[in-house]
């Protein structure tokens, strides 16, 4: 957006978050130009979508810093999953592809998805609740990377985590998304 905002600075740039089961109507409906997200399954209508993979992104458990799980594991040793399961945590919201990844890791190592919980899809909501409790959430890398007041624990997620795309309507020209 940067780099296009630059360009052409009278072009007025709409961000909207939501998520697929939402933004994907819209797209198609003519009320979105373009989606960036994760590869996920589109909620019908999905062969009528041009899209281009932009990178992809690990996910990781994040907390705070100085969160009780960063000084139970031995230096440079693993958490457990089951370890994170003692504290609250911050879920993605069920129509999102994150929170299937999610269930589906939970179901294949026998645990249960966390009792104690909030679901929210806003990072900045995410980061809030993190900094203020022991909470545990998945967040991108990217966001983890330059912020000194989160951590990432050190317990691998192997399942979790897509490849981000652009979408958009097919039937429109290709303008170099």
Known sequence: MARLKKERPRLTVVVREGTLDVLHPALLGGELDLIVGRVGPAPGGGEALRQRILYREPIRLAVRAGHPLLAEGPAGGVV??????????????????????LGALFLDRGLPLPADRVECTSILTM????LQTDMVALLPELV????????ALPVELPSVGRTVVAGRPGIVPDRGV
């Open 80 to 101: 457990a999953l089951t370890d994170a399961l003692a504290h609250p945590w911050i879920l993605p919201v069920e129509q999102t592809a994150l929170r299937q990844e």
């Open 144 to 151: 983890l990377r330059d912020d000194e007041h989160l951590a």
């Open 127 to 130: 980061r809030a609740l993190l």
